[in-house]
């Protein structure tokens, strides 16, 4: 297995566009799980889904950040317009329903906006 | 209550020595402990877990030690190697697969 596939790997942008993250879990995963990583926060949820549905958004730090899961292999992040403040690394994980144990992450998204 | 409390920040230990890392829950529902950890460009990997029915959980030189009277554990890394140099972040959750709440994570550095 390729375990979580995030991309793009790195992604510099300008303030005010629209940025796209996106995240391939691990087959018979069901549940995926949106984080940002920063220095000053640590790690962030901002949203998860279980069997694509999402359950708990409440991370999402406000309406410009919207996330999409439209089927089981594939998942958006998507901020519009982007600010400098959501630089960050972005990480997605996924997991299975017991017994498959823990939370396996992708490599991350570094987001700097300009 | 739902907050998990990891200490210390940071961490220098000499290589060949113990490292150890606390954390500390209130909510008495959390039934699975994990810890993982990241390495610099890296997601964070699951390194070792454990649930509240055992007090100790031993895979190779990472042991977790749990006191569910304290509402503590931790990570004790024996015969520390620079390669064990990471991040490492306990977290606690009720199942495997429910939102975990995260420590706020300790960098530690094994010097040579």
């Known amino acids: 297995d390729a375990g979580v596939i995030q991309s793009p790997r790195h992604e510099v942008t300008e303030m005010g566009q629209e940025v796209t993250l996106r995240c391939k879990p691990i087959?018979?995963?069901?549940?995926l799980f949106w984080y940002r990583q920063t220095m000053m926060r640590g790690l962030e949820l901002l949203i998860y889904f279980n069997n694509n549905v999402p359950i708990d958004d409440s991370g999402m730090p406000e309406d410009r950040f919207s996330a999409k899961m439209p089927n089981a292999s594939f998942s958006t992040l998507k901020i519009q317009p982007s600010e400098p403040r959501d630089s960050a690394v972005y990480f997605c994980a996924s997991t299975g329903p017991p017994p498959l144990w823990g939370y396996t992450f992708g490599s991350g998204t570094r987001l700097t906006v300009v | 209550q739902q907050q998990v409390k990891q200490s210390p920040q940071s961490l220098i230990v000499q290589k060949g020595g113990i490292s150890i890392i606390n954390c500390a829950y209130e909510?008495?529902?959390?039934?699975?402990f994990p810890w993982y950890q990241q390495f610099p460009g890296k997601g964070p990997a699951l390194l070792i877990a454990i649930r509240p029915d055992v007090s100790e959980k031993k895979e190779g030189r990472f042991t977790i030690s749990f006191n569910k009277s304290a509402k503590q554990f931790s990570l004790h890394i024996m015969d520390s190697q620079p390669g064990d140099s990471a991040t490492y972040f306990c977290a606690a959750s009720r199942g495997s697969n429910y939102q975990l709440i995260w420590g706020a994570g300790t960098k530690l550095i094994i010097k040579p």
């Open positions: 909510n008495t529902a959390f039934d699975y």
């Open positions: 087959s018979g995963h069901n549940s």
